[in-house]
């Protein structure tokens, strides 16, 4: 299945949930939020929400600034 | 002298001073600030991730025992603003916002009309919004009608070190509106913190004066300082200034010979 996450192409093998994805990714569960496809994911739905070929997911944490 | 807290949208801040991690260097630089400038608020950016970094700011910040404000820095829309401050909200369990919708990337001004409609927005929303804005009384009041939680007027542009350009105009806003006004951007070194809290502020928010000095956590202890003497002189009431001198020694008693 190919999609986009944080503007890079990827590849995954299966069917994966947002869950999955964020856990390839940190180790956080706290201090990072996922948008797919433009739209806000909850935390509550990421186990449940699956990701489709095509999608464009962003996830995104903190960095310095301000 | 009255107890002398600072509040934002109902909650109790023990510092005056925001500092925010623009331009930090490391984690150990970040935290010995943190430490040394005794803030209780401190900014973050969102991002995407980066699997490679090493450890996390949260994790700083965390252990620091700091309350998180992230931002909206580097959008130049109101519906960008709204999104990635819609993220924030998601990623870190808070309402309160930093808003900054900037104009041009040169100056990195606030654009006033997306600002005001970004705000209106995430009010409606359920945000605690602290914009990020020009000095502009008039625009401070239209935001704080909107019902920004604070105002954040700047005193020169992001990074700049150039102070405190316009300091009637922050003076005007303080007079302009009842909720909190935070100086912020523009602070160079102490004396421009300590401007601000005289000039009526309520709090600074600054990073580049600390995180870019030359030894950040001295810095950090000078800001800290300055707020409080700042805050400090501007209850106690300063006197007029006068053209000509007033004697401060008694001119009774004066021999003559």
């Known amino acids: ?66 | 002298m009255g107890s002398d807290t600072f509040v934002i949208a109902g909650e109790e801040l023990e510092s005056r001073l925001i500092l925010g991690t623009g331009g930090v260097t490391n984690h150990a630089v970040l935290e010995e600030a943190i430490r040394e400038s005794g803030t209780a608020l401190v900014t973050v950016a969102l991002r995407r991730i980066d699997p490679a970094a090493p450890g996390t700011l949260l994790d700083v910040l965390e252990k620091a025992g700091v309350r998180i404000l992230p931002n909206t820095a580097g959008c130049y829309t109101a519906a960008e603003a709204v999104k990635l401050a819609h993220l924030a909200r998601e990623a870190f369990a808070t309402s309160w916002i930093k808003l900054e919708v900037i104009g041009d990337e040169d100056t990195l001004l606030p654009d006033a009309v997306e600002l005001v409609s970004a705000a209106q927005t995430l009010v409606d929303d359920g945000f605690t919004v602290l914009p990020y804005t020009t000095d502009d009384p008039v625009l401070a009041r239209r935001l704080a009608d909107v019902g920004c939680a604070a105002v954040m007027p700047l005193g020169a542009p992001i990074g700049s070190g150039m102070g405190i350009r316009n300091p009637y105009n922050i003076a005007l806003i303080r007079e302009a509106v009842s909720v909190p006004v935070i100086l912020d951007a523009g602070i160079g070194t102490a004396s421009d913190a300590a401007l601000a809290m005289e000039l009526g502020c309520d709090g600074v928010l600054l990073a580049s004066a600390v995180t870019r000095a030359e030894r950040p956590g001295e810095m950090a202890a000078a800001m800290r300082h300055a707020v409080i003497a700042g805050r400090l002189a501007y209850r106690a009431g300063r006197i007029a200034r006068r053209l000509h001198a007033t004697a401060s020694s008694p001119v009774e008693g004066m021999p003559t010979w």
Do not use: C, F, K
Request: aromatic content about 2%; hydrophobic content about 40%; charged content about 20%.
């Open chain 1, 1 to 66: 299945m190919d999609l986009t996450v944080n503007g890079e192409h990827r590849t995954l093998s299966g069917p994966t949930s947002v869950a999955e994805l964020v856990s390839e990714l940190t180790h956080r569960q706290t201090g990072v939020a996922v948008a797919v496809n433009g739209e806000v994911v909850p935390r509550s739905t990421w186990a449940a929400r699956a990701l489709d070929p095509g999608d464009s997911v962003e996830i995104l944490t903190a960095v310095q600034g301000g």
